[in-house]
């Protein structure tokens, strides 16, 4: 571990008076890196074992926050998949009633195109929610989030078109407002993690 230094500082207690304190940092560190350390008891001889100590939180703690961001997208991109599944379902649920759902042209024999649209409303969206926990770099954040923001005229154009065009069907609508609430929020998590660590990257220049 290299060498540092300890210096003395002054700050507010929980109750507004002020009180000093040291604090450790390495050699080279700069003001506002995390490596600082207060140590609360300034009679303390070797301060590089508490450092130690509190890099090691520090380093748990940045590796909780990005794991809380991984398990957060790839919960949305779960949703959602499954959000697209219910609503096939969903779709076949009027043959218990009788209802003729055979489109006018079918001819019989699924077309390329179909298997194609499934692919990527179905496959896409669980494939990534597995990237999600797998490839937590900027690379793939910014490659899921074009793939959110695809999907978000997407859903609004099916729900507007359940809800307005086609016959309405009160399970479809809600289902669709719920499909469509769950792409904003993995969109709008998405950005957040991409602008922070942006940020991060400009106050260290």
């Keep these: 571990m290299g060498g540092g230094h300890t210096f003395k500082g002054i700050r507010n207690d929980v109750w507004g008076k002020e009180e000093t304190f040291d604090w450790y940092a ?4 700069k003001e506002g890196d995390h490596k600082y ?3 609360e008891e300034a009679d303390r001889d070797t301060p590089t074992e508490p450092l130690h ?6 380093k748990t703690i940045k590796t909780t926050k990005k794991m809380n ?11 959602l998949g499954i959000c697209f ?4 379902v969903l ?6 009633y009788g209802v003729d759902l055979r489109l006018p042209d079918a001819t019989g024999e699924v077309p390329l195109g179909a298997h194609v649209f499934n692919t990527v409303i179905f496959t896409v969206t669980f494939l ?8 937590p770099g900027r690379g793939f954040r910014w490659f899921a989030f074009v793939w959110s923001a695809l999907f978000l005229p997407l859903n609004i154009f099916h729900l507007y078109a359940t809800a307005f065009v086609e016959t309405f069907d009160l399970s479809q609508v809600c289902l669709l407002t719920f499909a469509l609430a769950v792409n904003v929020l993995l969109t709008l998590a998405l950005w957040k993690s991409l602008k922070k660590r942006d940020n991060k990257q400009k106050q260290k220049q």
């Design 69 to 79: 961001t991984q398990i957060k997208t790839a919960f949305y991109w779960l949703l």
């Design 85 to 88: 599944l219910t609503h096939s």
């Design 128 to 135: 990534m929610a597995l990237l999600s926990i797998q490839l």
């Design 53 to 58: 100590s509190y890099l090691k939180q520090v």
């Design 37 to 39: 350390l207060i140590l």
């Design 26 to 29: 390495f050699e080279g560190d």
């Design 91 to 96: 779709h076949m649920y009027g043959l218990f």
